[in-house]
Every structure is written in C-alpha cells, then in structure tokens.
C-alpha cells in the first residue's frame, strides 16, 4: 500500500514559472489536503477537498490552485511562482469517521520547492 | 491560530519516559485533542487522540485532565528515533475541520 504519493521530491523554479504538484492517495479517502511548511515553523492549509469536485480554500490560498476530479488525486497549481512560495508542501488524506473522532490524516513525503 | 500551548522544547534521556505537555484551557466540548509527530522534514505522522478518557495504543499514551484544559503525551521508553516535533491540536471530529499546527515541542531523546 502506497499511502500518499508526492512528486517531485525537489523542485527549483524561476521567479514567474509555473509548476504543479502532484498528489496521489490509494486509501479511497474522501477528504485531501495540502499544507506548507517554512522553515521551522508548523503546517499551514492552502487548501483541503472534502471529495471529488468540491475544493476549499485554508489559511493560506493565494498564489495557488487545485482542482479535484477524482478521489485519487489533488494536484496544487503554482501559476506564477514567487519567492515567497520557497517552502516544503506536504499532501494530506483522511477518511472522516465524525462519531469518533478518527478523522487520521495520512501525509505524504513532501515536496521541496525553491524558487529563485 | 493554534489553540494550543506547548513548551519549545524538551530532552529526555533514552530509556526514560518522555512526557510531553499541553495546554489547551479553551477546548469546546465536542473537541478531540490529536498529537501528531514530525520526524526530520518528514510529512507528520499520526500518534494518537482522546476525547476525555486517558487513551493507550502502541506508540503512546494520552492522559487528558478531568477539566480537559491539559493533556500530557507519554512515551513510555524514548529511543532516539523518538526525536522529533510533537504537535498537540484541538478539533472537531470533521474532515471540513483541518488540523491547525502550532510550532509544537522539539523532543531531543538524548544517549
């Protein structure tokens, strides 16, 4: 069993290209996230899907994209990538079991991603 | 914002049990407290959560007080592959609810 599945693993992009990220779970989970992580700081949501078709924006959207067609993947846009975009992103998948609370996210390996 | 509050960091010798603490003195009723750990830039790794009753699985253990305003994450026999960022969250039982991430505690499990 895969688990989540990221790629790339590493990335260097010049200021203004655009790039995707790739996630890809084989848990048949319904919800899926993806998070950033700057150095030595914690996660913050960019955004999450609760299932296929419907995506929403977390804590810090702007400058990316997702779309998710399918309950596998959730890939994340970069359209003009800056500077400030200069951190790892982590790809996330849960099944919500509400009544207990076992709503376990399961992360990917991480990509990093260098814009110079 | 984290609704959390954990300490920077902490040592603990291998071999010893590792307790790590947090304050979470503004949790709603429905809320679970979750911990998760981070391993060297590795994507975060799940460990266990409680509603209110102290919880056991493999990893740890998770004694939450009775007023549910504190939790303490036990490691009952550090190993230095233990070493790593503990992360203490408060959440509704909801996907539509995402995991807020403090700065959590810097575990070093010392030789």
């Known amino acids: 069993n895969a688990g989540v599945t990221q790629t790339p693993k590493f990335r260097i992009l010049k200021i203004g290209q655009s790039m995707t990220l790739q996630c890809t779970q084989d848990m048949n989970h319904n919800y899926m996230y993806w998070y950033r992580q700057d150095p030595g700081m914690g996660l913050k949501l960019i955004y999450y899907?609760?299932?296929?078709?419907?995506?929403d924006k977390g804590e810090v959207p702007n400058g990316y994209n997702v779309s998710r067609s399918t309950t596998e993947d959730f890939p994340l846009r970069l359209e003009l990538a800056a500077p400030s975009q200069t951190s790892v992103y982590f790809c996330?998948?849960?099944?919500?079991?509400?009544?207990?609370?076992?709503?376990?996210?399961?992360f990917g390996a991480g990509t990093r991603l260098s814009v110079l | 914002d984290a609704k959390t509050t954990q300490p920077p960091s902490m040592d603990c010798a291998e071999g010893r049990a590792a307790n790590l603490p947090c304050n979470h003195s503004t949790i709603s009723g429905n809320e679970y407290v979750y911990w998760y750990r981070q391993i060297h830039s590795q994507g975060p790794q799940y460990i266990i959560h409680g509603l209110k009753n102290n919880e056991t699985n493999e990893m740890a253990s998770l004694i939450i007080t009775e007023d549910r305003k504190s939790s303490t994450l036990i490691l009952p026999h550090a190993t230095l592959r233990d070493t790593a960022v503990y992360y203490c969250?408060?959440?509704?039982?909801?996907?539509?609810?995402?995991?807020?991430f403090g700065k959590g505690t810097r575990l070093s499990v010392i030789a």
């Open positions: 899907s609760v299932g296929a078709g419907i995506t």
């Open positions: 996330a998948s849960s099944y919500s079991w509400v009544g207990q609370g076992r709503d376990i996210q399961y």
């Open positions: 969250i408060v959440r509704a039982p909801s996907g539509n609810t995402p995991l807020v």
